[in-house]
C-alpha cells in the first residue's frame, strides 16, 4: 500500500496515526490494544485529521525506535515482538510499528495490572476491557468459545429442551438423544453427571435460558420515517436461538413492499430489499453475536430509508467485511456454529459473506454499509433512490411555497386595492406612517412628532388602528399593547404596500 492509499484510510480498528511519538502510557495501550484483537499499524510522523505526512527528523529515527521497543518490551505484558521500520515520503521520514494478532491473549499494561490494564481496540480508540472481555480473551488463547463453557445450575435431567429436541427431528430426520448431544459438545461429563452446556442452554425452553441469558433475544422494530422517534410495530423475539432468525425475517417481510418489473414480455416480481442478504445477515447476528456480553440483545430496525441489524460483540478478527467476495469461516461460537449447519441455517462455511456480495450485485438500488459501533457489529442496507426523492420532494416544496407567495401577494393586492387608489388620488398620513417606520420603530407619541404635530391627534389614532387591521404594522410587543415601552414597526405585509405603490405611481 502507497502513501497515497494509507493516507485515504480512515482510523480505525488496525490503523492508527500519530504526528510524534506518543506517551508512554498511550503507546502501551494501543500496542496491547492491536495484541489482543486483529494486530494493527500505528504511523508515527503523520497528522490526523487531516491526514498528512509532517515527518520526523531523520537524526531522531533510530533514538525514536528504541524509544518505542523499550517502552514495548518494559510496560506490555506477555511478551509483544513488534516490526519497525522505517519509511520515506519525498524528503520526510516516519516510522510504521506492525504489531500483530496475539497468540497468548490477554496483553495487557503491566503497572495496571490485567484486570484494569487490559485493552482492545473499538473503532479508532483503545477502550479497557470488562472482565467479561478479558473472559473472552482468556478462552481465546485456549481455543475455547463461551458457548462450550459447562453450566453447573442445573444437570442435563433436570432441563426442559423438548421443543429443540422437535425441532431438531424435523431439520435433520434424526434424534436428538445422548450420543448425538455429546458429539456435538451440548453436553459434558462432571464427576459421572452430565450437564448442559452454554449452547445447549440457549437452545433450550427451560426457565434458565431466561435467567441466564434473558438479554439473548432480538429486539424488531419498524419506525415511522428515518429516525427512531415513533413506532409503528414492534416486536420482542425471545424464543431459544433457533427460531429466533426466522422470527425477526418474516418480520422484516410483514414491513417492506413486493413490486413488480417488466422484463421483455414478462412481469417480475421483486422485493425492495435483498431478502437472501438479509436473511443471511439475520442468521449471522444470532450465530456470532458475543453471548457473554450481558444486557445487550440484537436489534432490527426499520426506517423508510434503510433496514439496519444491530448484533452485540465486534468482528472475529480474521473477518473483514471489506472482501466479502473471498470466503471467509471463523466461527465466534464454536458449538452453535456447528448446530445451525446441522438445522439447515447455515448453507455452507464460509459461504454467508459471498452470498450477501452476490445478490446485493443484484440491487444496484441497494448501498451495503457496516461498521462496529462500540462493543456491536451492525449492518446497514439503505435505499440509494431515498436521498433523492427527499430532495425532490424538497424542491416540489419550494416551488409550492413560491406558488403560495405569489397567491398572498395577488390577495394583498385585491384587499388593499382600494387604499391604493386613495393613494395614488389623494396622498394620505396612511402611506406616510409606513415610510416612516420603514427603517424604525417608534411610539405612537413619536409618530406625531415625525409628522409635525404637538400631539397625538385623533386623526392619527385612527390611522394607525387601519394600518394594524390591515395588518401593515404591528406592535412590538404584541402579549402588552399599554407597556411603556410600545412600539410600532412596519410588517412584510406593510413592505409590499409600498413597492406596488411605488410601482403604481411609475
Not at 419498524?222 to 425471545?238: L, M, N, V, W, Y
Not at 424542491?395 to 386595492?417: A, G, I, R, V
Request: charged letters at 30%.
Amino acid at each position: 500500500m502507497n502513501f497515497k492509499e494509507i493516507l485515504s484510510q480512515p482510523e480505525g480498528r488496525r490503523l492508527e496515526f500519530k504526528e510524534q511519538l506518543p506517551k508512554t502510557s498511550d503507546l502501551a495501550k494501543t500496542i496491547v490494544a492491536f495484541s489482543n484483537d486483529a494486530g494493527g499499524e500505528l504511523f508515527i510522523g503523520i497528522k490526523d485529521n487531516p491526514h498528512e505526512v509532517v515527518g520526523l527528523p531523520e537524526d531522531d529515527l533510530t533514538s525514536i525506535e528504541e524509544q518505542i521497543s523499550n517502552i514495548i518490551y518494559t510496560k506490555c505484558y506477555p511478551t509483544i515482538i513488534p516490526d519497525i521500520t522505517f519509511l520515506s515520503e519525498g524528503d520526510k521520514h516516519l516510522i510504521r510499528v506492525t504489531i500483530y494478532r496475539g497468540n497468548t491473549p490477554p496483553y495487557y499494561v503491566k503497572d495496571l495490572g490485567k484486570l484494569h490494564g487490559t485493552f482492545i481496540r473499538v473503532g479508532s480508540t483503545n477502550r479497557q476491557a470488562d472482565e467479561n472481555i478479558i473472559g473472552e480473551l482468556e478462552r481465546r488463547k485456549r481455543n475455547l468459545s463461551f458457548d462450550s463453557e459447562i453450566v453447573l445450575d442445573k444437570p442435563l435431567s433436570a432441563l426442559k429442551y423438548d421443543s429443540f429436541k422437535q425441532i431438531y427431528k424435523d431439520k435433520t430426520s434424526e434424534d436428538l438423544d445422548l450420543q448425538a448431544l455429546k458429539k456435538l459438545e451440548l453436553v459434558k461429563d462432571v464427576e459421572g453427571v452430565l450437564y448442559p452446556t452454554q449452547a445447549l442452554i440457549l437452545f433450550s425452553d427451560d426457565n434458565l435460558r431466561n435467567s441466564l441469558f434473558h438479554f439473548a433475544k432480538i429486539e424488531c422494530a419498524r419506525f415511522k420515517g428515518t429516525k427512531s422517534e415513533t413506532f409503528i410495530d414492534q416486536k420482542t423475539i425471545s424464543t431459544d436461538i433457533s427460531m429466533q432468525a426466522e422470527e425477526a425475517y418474516n418480520f422484516v417481510l410483514r414491513h417492506i413492499n413486493k413490486g413488480a418489473t417488466v422484463e421483455g414480455v414478462y412481469t417480475i416480481s421483486r422485493w425492495e430489499y435483498p431478502l437472501k442478504a438479509i436473511r443471511e445477515a439475520l442468521r449471522n447476528a444470532v450465530v456470532h453475536r458475543d453471548y457473554s456480553l450481558t444486557g445487550k440483545d440484537i436489534k432490527v430496525a426499520i426506517y423508510d430509508d434503510m433496514i439496519e441489524i444491530t448484533s452485540p460483540g465486534l468482528l472475529p478478527p480474521s473477518i473483514d467485511y471489506s472482501a466479502m467476495e473471498s470466503r471467509q469461516s471463523d466461527a465466534k461460537n464454536k458449538i452453535i456454529a456447528p448446530v445451525f449447519k446441522r438445522l439447515g441455517i447455515i448453507d455452507q462455511w464460509g459461504n454467508g459473506l459471498k452470498m450477501i456480495a452476490d445478490e446485493l450485485k443484484e440491487y444496484p438500488d441497494i448501498e451495503f454499509k457496516w461498521r462496529e459501533t462500540g462493543l456491536s457489529f451492525q449492518v446497514q442496507f439503505i435505499k440509494k433512490e431515498f436521498v433523492k426523492q427527499q430532495e425532490l420532494q424538497q424542491e416540489l416544496q419550494q416551488e409550492l411555497q413560491q406558488e403560495l407567495q405569489q397567491e398572498l401577494q395577488q390577495e394583498l393586492e385585491q384587499e388593499l386595492e382600494q387604499e391604493l387608489q386613495q393613494e395614488l388620488q389623494n396622498k394620505s398620513l396612511y402611506a406616510e406612517i409606513l415610510l416612516i417606520l420603514t427603517n424604525k420603530t417608534l411610539s405612537r407619541k413619536e409618530l406625531s412628532v415625525e409628522l409635525g404635530q404637538k400631539q397625538v391627534s385623533g386623526q392619527l389614532n385612527k390611522i394607525i388602528s387601519k394600518l394594524i387591521e390591515d395588518k401593515l404594522i404591528e406592535h412590538t410587543i404584541p402579549n402588552n399593547i399599554n407597556h411603556p415601552s410600545q412600539r410600532f414597526q412596519i410588517t412584510e405585509r406593510g413592505n409590499t404596500f409600498l413597492k406596488i405603490l411605488d410601482q403604481e405611481k411609475k
